[in-house]
């Protein structure tokens, strides 16, 4: 699985020269201006959060400790600043930093710092929470299980890693190509017809708010509780 990085700056610069230089190194990478705009998307599907720690608002150390107290989020953290005396490095390190770059930095240093802390973390994916909450619907990513409005609804192993996939990018549009390359990446043959029907299926389960997983025509399905 393709590992996925979080950049939280507040310089739109060092993002995107971070997020291209990742992102040829092979890494998927999302962006964030802020801490709170940051905050907003965590906990999900991210294997690393690089992390500034001067910014305007909420500081990098302060959004750590919000990750690691208020949310038990474990997803590893490196920080990168301009600050690098010893008292910063061992506040980076108290407020939950699992590693530490000064500013100004070579991209080639970043990404062996990336690789060096994912080596330490082979599961870090799995340190996301368990739980999995949009709307009214709730999936327990370890058991394997879907909650609607408060009731276990059961789904097929596919449908669930249908819907799984969907609802953990939620907002974010799959054409029918998408998810056969995701979900169906051993199978020689599958026909579009295939995720028609388990679509269906999947809305038709989800009872009452079907309405979450909306068909865009011509562009693709989406799992958004905000439709």
């Known amino acids: 699985m393709e ?3 979080l950049i939280v700056d507040d310089e739109a610069d060092i993002r995107e020269i971070l997020q291209f230089n990742l992102e040829n190194a092979g890494f998927a990478v999302d962006c964030a201006s802020s801490a709170e705009e940051a905050l907003e998307v965590l906990p999900s599907s991210y294997s690393l959060i690089l992390l500034d720690v001067m910014m305007g608002g909420m500081s990098g150390f302060a959004m750590a400790e919000v990750l690691r107290k208020e949310r038990n989020c474990q ?3 490196i920080f990168l600043t301009a600050k690098s005396s010893q008292t910063d490095l061992l506040t980076g390190f108290s407020a939950g930093g699992d590693d ?3 500013k100004p930095f070579s991209i080639q240093e970043v990404i062996a710092r990336v690789k060096a802390v994912m080596r330490r973390f082979p ?4 340190l ?3 739980m999995l909450e949009c709307g009214a619907v709730r999936i327990d990513l370890e058991s394997k299980m879907v909650y609607i409005d408060g ?3 059961m789904f097929s192993k596919k449908e669930f ?3 799984s996939l969907l609802a953990s990018n939620c907002g974010k549009i799959f054409s029918r190509e998408d998810l056969i390359s995701e979900l169906w990446k051993d199978a020689p043959y599958v026909l579009d017809r295939t995720v028609d029907v388990h679509i269906a299926r999947i809305r038709s389960k989800l009872g009452a708010r079907k309405n979450y997983l909306v068909n865009r025509s011509g562009y693709g399905y989406v799992f958004n509780p905000a439709e």
């Open 3 to 5: 590992r996925k990085i």
């Open 75 to 77: 997803i590893p953290i």
């Open 100 to 102: 530490y770059i000064p």
């Open 123 to 126: 599961q870090a994916d799995e």
């Open 128 to 130: 996301v929470s368990d």
């Open 151 to 153: 009731e276990k609804v």
């Open 161 to 163: 890693e249908v819907l």
